[in-house]
């Protein structure tokens, strides 16, 4: 399958901000939902964040609404994460996923990036 490529991850001090992105190489993603999962060492990976297909529609999981921003770009197959005052719990391996647009928009997503790691200090 093409692969999906997320960037822009580092280390930041809580209160910082951090813009994640995520590109398809050979195909193109403009059919599809795309989103932002996380996992923390130890624990299940999670939900972060998602955008519709032709990024009109967004959906954020609790613990981020309010401080990080989904998006597409114009040539929907690119996607960006905005993330603001960010907080120490949010420390976690970031990864892009896409999906065909029906059903959920927080499961299901078959494909897949390798994951960029965003560390978040006291």
């Known amino acids: 399958q093409v692969p999906l490529v997320e960037s822009g991850g580092g280390l930041v001090q809580a209160g910082g901000s951090l813009r994640l992105s995520c590109a398809a190489s050979?195909?193109?993603?403009?059919?599809?939902?795309m989103g932002w999962f996380r996992q923390a060492p130890g624990k299940d990976r999670e939900f972060v964040a998602a955008?519709?297909?032709?990024?009109?529609?967004?959906y954020y999981a609790d613990s981020v609404k309010g401080r990080f921003t989904i998006s597409r770009g114009g040539a929907k197959n690119t996607m960006y994460l905005e993330m603001n005052n960010l907080k120490p719990e949010d420390t976690a391996i970031y990864y892009c996923?896409?999906?065909?647009?029906?059903?959920?928009?927080?499961?299901?997503?078959?494909?897949w990036g390798q994951g960029t790691q965003v560390t978040v200090s006291s």
């Open positions: 996923a896409a999906k065909i647009a029906l059903g959920s928009y927080n499961s299901g997503y078959p494909y």
């Open positions: 050979g195909r193109t993603y403009s059919n599809y939902r």
């Open positions: 955008v519709s297909w032709d990024g009109t529609t967004t």
